[in-house]
């Protein structure tokens, strides 16, 4: 069964901060962004039969800081999503055919710097590289 995220899944990382969505920092182009990345996003496991979960959606400002995020981080802007990848099998399969960031239009961060997890963005990096380096 093909998973699909909703933008209340990225909101609320998956249901484990369902303050993030109730705080004045989920604006409504927030909402949008993260409509925009849970379609993406979903299109891609689907493609791939993944079902996997979300370790880190959208974020704001305080919870960014807590969680040691970039002060550009993406997930402030509801633009990325950290996806649950133990065995490193979905970042291997998407390392091994980068073509698929460009059919789902997505930006991924290395796989070396997110040990156990899958960072996926809409929001194109200044290099324009797929799989960037944070």
């Known amino acids: 069964m093909p998973q699909t995220l909703s933008p209340w899944d990225v909101l609320t990382s998956g249901g484990k901060h369902l303050e993030r969505e109730q705080s004045d920092e989920c604006s409504s182009l927030v909402r949008s962004n993260a409509a925009d990345l849970a379609e993406r996003v979903s299109r891609l496991l689907d493609h791939l039969g993944v079902t996997t979960t979300i370790t880190s959606g959208f974020r704001t400002a305080l919870s960014n800081s807590k969680a040691a995020g970039s002060k550009n981080s993406a997930h402030l802007t509801g633009q990325a999503v950290d996806l649950a990848d133990t065995t490193g099998a979905l970042a291997a ?36 590289r797929r799989i960037f380096t944070p």
């Open 93 to 128: 399969t998407i390392t091994s055919d980068p073509g698929l960031l460009v059919t789902y239009d997505l930006y991924m961060e290395n796989a070396y710097y997110t040990k156990g997890w899958v960072h996926l963005s809409t929001r194109p990096t200044a290099s324009g």
